[in-house]
Every structure is written in C-alpha cells, then in structure tokens.
C-alpha cells in the first residue's frame, strides 16, 4: 500500500516530527490486522500487508485518519521500465478490460536521480498498455487511470485511489476540551479541531438524575464515533442539575441561560487544565439561539481564562447538518433525550446582556464552590480504537494523555 498525505509536505524543517507522528497512528489504527509494516518512503509512506489482512477493514481505518491525504492498494515493483510495465499489464483487472476503451497514464518521478522524466515514462508505459489493450489514450476524462509512482530504488503502480480525511496527524496541535452535547453542532466542531491535529477530549454536562441518562448515552455514542479519527479519547460526565438549582434560586429568569453557561466554561476549563489541553471548543453559531448572539458570546467570554475556539461560528445549520451526516454523528445527535440545556431554561432568555450585569447576578452565587464541586463529581471515561471504554470513578484517577 502507499499513503499520500496532506498538509504535511508543506511542513519544511519540521515534516519528520509531522510525519513521524502520522506513521505511529497509522501504526496504532492498523492493530490487530496482519500488517508487517509501516515506513516513510520518499514523499509517502509505505505499507505492507500480511495475507490475513482484510483490505475492507484497512480501507475504513485509514480513511478516517486525519493527515491521509490520499491511500492506495498499490503493487511493488522493481524501479525499471519493463517490470514496472510488466506488472501493470498483468495486473489490469478483468473489470476493466472488458468496459474501458479508453485511459491515461498518472505517472510520478519522486528521485530525480531515475534518467527518465515522468512525461516520458507515461507515454513509453502507455504506448505498452494501448498495445496490449487496444484503449484509446484520453489525458482529459479517461475511463480508467493507471498511476505509477518511482522512487529512488522502489516503484508501485495502483489503480484508483482512496481519499482520507486531509488535515493534520492527530497530536501535532496539541490538546483542546470540547464541551459536547447531545445536539448536531458540538460533533462536528471537535471533528473540525481534530482534523487540525487537535486531541480533543470532552466534557458533557448532564442533570442525572433528574432527567434520563439518554443525553450521557449519546455523548459516549458520539465519543466512540470521534474515537475512530483520534484513537483515544477521555469523556468527562458533569452533573450540572445541582448548579441548576442553585442558579434558578439566585439569578434572574432572563440571565440563567448565561450564568449557566459561564458555569460551564469555568468547569470545562478547570478539566481542561488537568487534561494538560489549552483551549475549549465549543459549537455555537453566531445568532442560532439566544445564547450565541455576538453580545452573549462576548460575555461568556469573560469567564474564561483560556481560549475558546468555535470552528463553526459562520456556519449555517443546513452546512452542518450535511457535515455531521457525513461524519456519521447525525442519527446519534437527533435521538431526542434530556439534556440539561432544557432544564431550568427560561421561555424568554436575554440575547443581549452585559458583563456587569451577569457578575452582579453571580455575585449572589459562591462560584468558586459551585465549580469545585462539580469538578470533583465529574465521572471520566477512557476510549479507545477499537472500541475499548474504561472507566474511573473520578478526575484525578485517570492519567493525563
């Protein structure tokens, strides 16, 4: 097989690490699967599969690793022109032969030191393949490609291509705290900071056992879904009802939609810090609801002491919905539940408040406890690809990753 990857080869000086990066979670996907190998080549990355090796499973691994620009179930063969063409035209597939009349020749001359050009290599290759085939060279829109790739002392030749997520390897953006609810926006937010080379761990706030355990039920279903791009995750479960309580005693009707979540940035923050991560991720979109107005988004803001990213702040909801159908979160995300968003929520929240406004509510609420609190009841889960989820009874039991 050979794997193209994306953004990496605009990396400079700092490509190895980038692709080294990328290897060991091509490595780490690919467990359990008869593969012999996984190495750079130039430009690429090679690997060799064991005859056990199910290409249906190595194919759906491999297109949701971010940083795979492109893979390939391709033949190895000896750097010259006759074995290169020999091989190609014993491996055309019978498929093929029997519906294509017409092809191009994708060739790619990755050493400089091999004394034929890549012009000249497709057509010598594809003088031999129009010979054997009676196809009809056709450079703008062939039936059939054959891509052949030489390298200083390899060459490989493949017949289609499969695409993979682009992006940057997982890890080499280093860590963000995705604050995940039951909806279809939060998903494809963390997805969005995942394909960045973000490992994102979450947070999902719940009001167990007031309401159901569906909405922590769909959060570990949407874990597991993330987990297939990241390979490991960590699901922290807050109970907020009890802040609940206490906000709808003490705050306004009109400003608790705020508080709370001003409560939630300031929890979300604290796991964040202990996870070793250095930004929340949120998704809210500029004016969907009450709580994301610009004037809203600016207040909640304020509690926060590190960044917030929100990679669909431009997004409409149709743009996202055919994102999260495509990650495959969409059929999790509409399950109805309860959430904690619904609970205690005002039938008129204010879209526009004020930070002085907001601290002076809070201000009849001990902030700093109702945080701690919640901090210390928090359940964390571990996740795994495969599928693997382990749990601990608390924050502090689980080590930082």
Known sequence: MVVHYAELALKGRNRPWFLNTLVRSIREALVGLDVISVRPLMGRIGIDLGPRAEWEAVRERLGALPGIGNFARATHVAADLESIVAGVISSLPAEALAKAGSFRISARRADKRFPIPSPEIERIIGRRVQDATGWKVDLSNPQFVIYVQVLTSDAFFFFGKEPGPGGLPVGTSGRVVSLLSGGIDSPVAAWRMIRRGCRAHFVHFHSHPILSRTSQDKAREIVERLTRHQLRSRLYLVPFAPLQQRVVVAVPPALRVIVYRRLM????????????????????????????????????????????????VGFDKEEITLEAQKLGTYG???????????????????????????????????VDALVA??????????????????????????DRQ
């Open 265 to 312: 940035v300031r929890i979300a923050q604290r796991l964040a810090r202990h996870a070793g991560a250095h930004a929340l991720v949120t998704g809210d979109v500029v004016g969907q609801v009450a709580s994301q107005t610009i004037d809203n988004l600016s207040v909640i803001d304020q509690a926060a002491t590190m960044p917030i990213l929100r990679p669909l």
């Open 332 to 366: 999790i995300s509409i399950v109805p539940d309860e959430d904690c968003c619904r609970l205690f929520t005002p039938q008129f929240p204010a879209t526009r408040t004020s930070v002085a406004t907001v601290e002076t509510a809070e201000s009849e609420l001990d």
């Open 373 to 398: 609190s919640a901090v210390e009841a928090a359940v964390v889960e571990e996740f795994r690809f495969p599928m693997l989820r382990l749990a601990a009874p608390t924050v502090d039991s689980g």
